[in-house]
């Protein structure tokens, strides 16, 4: 998983609730995919590793923030939305955005700690 090349956090726990943030494309070693499919798997891929680190799943997440560099590509980004979510699926916002160079989308999480069984 990449690491933030600025002064940030890749996820933050407040209480039950996991911020992680936004996450692009940029595979493990620096380099940027060509095209939407390969950034959003990458990005989706890297969201995994936050997760996982943080001892969740994809399950856990109740909303997502997605940003594209142009809305355009939003309905093929439904279709990989939906390979890698099920239903219930998390809450969404999407936006058109200026991303960083090169990127196509970004995509910022928010996951609930699960309770332990028998509490309240």
């Not at 940029?26 to 891929?45: I, S």
């Amino acid at each position: 998983m990449p690491r933030p090349p600025a002064p940030y956090s890749s996820a933050r726990r407040a209480g039950d609730l996991l911020y992680v943030s936004g996450q692009l494309g940029f595979h493990p070693d620096g380099t940027l995919p060509e095209g939407l499919d390969a950034q959003t798997r990458q990005a989706l891929a890297n969201l995994d590793a936050v997760l996982t680190e943080h001892g969740l799943g994809r399950g856990d997440v109740v909303k997502c923030q997605v940003f594209l560099a142009s809305i355009a590509d939003w309905s093929a980004l439904n279709s990989l939305y939906e390979e890698y979510f099920t239903p219930p699926y998390p809450a969404r916002s999407a936006f058109g955005v200026q991303l960083h160079p090169g990127a196509l989308v970004e995509i910022e999480a928010i996951a609930v700690y699960p309770r332990p069984s028998g509490a309240s």
